[in-house]
T-cell receptor
């Protein structure tokens, strides 16, 4: 069965600094998709970034980028120039290509220190 | 605004009471999902519907029933609420044919069973 592991329940970073959130997953599939979702205190789930497994190039969205290591089954999220609005719970998620369901990790709570 | 609408946003039930959580999307998505979020557990899939007229169990279906009323609506019913069902419930949807898409989430329902 596929699993998603986020080993850091909580992290803190100074405002304007860079932080990296870790995620590993277990799968025997070759075609799949990976996602990072942000959940601020408002509770709304917001898609931050996504990565197709067949793409070697790491996805980027403004200050957010990923380090996708397919062989190591690792998918970390880097947030550059951290802002107070980045404080949230972040969930790593996985979906295999021939499946409808997304599997979520348990989340990492990110604190931004002013 | 286009998106996923969940009602109610908050609910308190007594043990043994029943209720239905409503979800509707106006994005013409085929797939719809119900997740529950508990502290330290991430999001766990309760039920999902890949298309109108079909439903399937997820990871934690016990104590719940669902109805895919039409393409837009997917409801979750608790027949006899238990304190273990105290949680935040999220409805989500996803378009078919866009493999790299994640979910669009509703804003969640915080349910407390006393």
């Amino acid at each position: 069965a596929q699993t998603v592991t986020q080993s850091q329940p909580e992290m803190s970073v100074q405002e304007a600094e860079t932080v990296t959130l870790s995620c590993t997953y277990d799968t025997s599939e070759s075609d799949y998709y990976l996602f990072w979702y942000k959940q601020p205190p408002s509770r709304q789930m917001i898609l931050v970034i996504r990565q197709e497994a067949y793409k070697q190039q790491n996805a980027t969205e403004n200050r957010f980028s990923v380090n996708f290591q397919k062989a190591a089954k690792s998918f970390s999220l880097k947030i550059s120039d951290s802002q107070l609005g980045d404080a949230a719970m972040y969930f790593c998620a996985y979906r295999r290509d021939r499946d409808d369901k997304i599997i979520f990790g348990k989340g990492t709570r990110l604190h931004i220190l002013p | 605004n286009a998106g996923v609408t969940q009602t109610p946003k908050f609910q308190v039930l007594k043990t043994g009471q029943s209720m239905t959580l409503q979800c509707a999307q106006d994005m013409n998505h085929n797939s719809m999902y119900w997740y529950r979020q508990d502290p330290g557990m991430g999001l766990r899939l309760i039920y999902y519907s890949a298309s109108e007229g079909t439903t399937d169990k997820g990871e934690v279906p016990n104590g719940y029933n669902v109805s895919r009323l039409n393409k837009r609506e997917f409801s979750l019913r608790l027949e006899s609420a238990a304190p273990s069902q105290t949680s935040v419930y999220f409805c989500a949807s996803r378009p078919v044919g866009r493999s790299n898409y994640g979910y669009t989430f509703g804003s969640g329902t915080r349910l407390t069973v006393v």
